[in-house]
């Protein structure tokens, strides 16, 4: 496998050229929250991120939804498609939490009657700001019916991974998706899936087993993500 230049390094993840065509993703074992203002290494926490991740990245393919991941290199890298992305963050959303709760001035956990799709734009220095599909056609250059079909993908994910999680035991009350365009303009689900990314609530006892562990100190992080790898793998 032929690993080129590193290309970017983010908070969690470090990207290399890999074949012509195609990146490597190494997933890093530090987490960060609230704009990177709190930070902390989690020996152990890549590796998992990852193999999360697969197991997701396999659920799209059964549900015939477009991505980048191509496969795993080792415990904690993959070989995706290089693709050029849409500098927006899609949230979709189950049940209030997090950000939409504060907004809202609504309690976490009221359920949504049916899943929402957020936009926020992906950029650090301005903080994601939540922004809408008009504002990214109108400021941001992107396409409105290429934002059409980011909604509708974040909304087929839903619906597949949903089952998975239900399965084992946890409730997926949000997650944040990236997407890319080939050469072609197709798009295509990118980055990564996981607890860094989502929210995952036991179904019976609300214990939470996300990034919310680290963002407010409620249990070890890693204890949280070996057990939704360790319920994933049991299906
Ligand atoms: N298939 C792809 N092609 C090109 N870039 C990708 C692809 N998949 C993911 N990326 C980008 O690779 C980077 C992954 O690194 P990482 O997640 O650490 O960065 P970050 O998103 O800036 O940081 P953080 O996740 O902490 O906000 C992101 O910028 C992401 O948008
Ligand atoms: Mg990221």
Redesign the pocket.
């Known amino acids: 496998m032929k690993q080129g230049p590193v290309l970017?390094?983010?908070?969690?993840?470090?990207?290399s050229q890999g074949e012509t065509g195609r990146?490597i993703?190494y997933f890093?074992d530090s987490a960060?929250a609230f704009n990177?203002q709190k930070k902390a290494e989690f020996p152990g926490k890549g590796a998992l991120n990852l193999a999360i991740s697969e197991v997701v990245f396999k659920a799209l393919t059964a549900a015939q939804i477009p991505h980048?991941f191509i496969q795993r290199l080792d415990e904690r890298s993959f070989e995706?498609?290089?693709?050029?992305?849409i500098p927006a963050e899609v949230v979709v959303r189950n049940r209030v939490a997090g950000s939409l709760a504060q907004r809202l001035q609504e309690p976490e956990g009221a359920l949504l009657s049916i899943p929402v799709v957020e936009f926020f734009l992906?950029n650090?220095a301005k903080g994601d700001p939540l922004v809408s599909e008009d504002i990214l056609v109108a400021f941001y250059a992107q396409r409105q019916e290429d934002l059409q079909e980011c909604r509708r993908l974040s909304l087929a994910v839903n619906q597949a991974v949903r089952p998975l999680f239900a399965a084992a035991q946890l409730e997926l009350v949000d997650f944040k998706l990236?997407f890319?365009r080939d050469d072609e303009g197709r798009l295509?689900v990118?980055?990564?899936f996981s607890p860094?990314?989502c929210r995952l609530w036991d179904v019976s006892t609300g214990e939470k087993f996300d990034k919310d562990r680290f963002r407010r100190d409620q249990g070890d992080l890693l204890e949280g993500y070996r057990e939704v790898l360790k319920r994933l793998s049991q299906q």
Request: hydrophobic letters at 35%.
């Open positions: 970017y390094e983010g908070k969690a993840k470090i990207v990146l993703h890093k960060t990177a980048h995706s498609m290089s693709l050029q992305m992906k650090d990236e890319g295509f990118a980055d990564e860094d990314t």
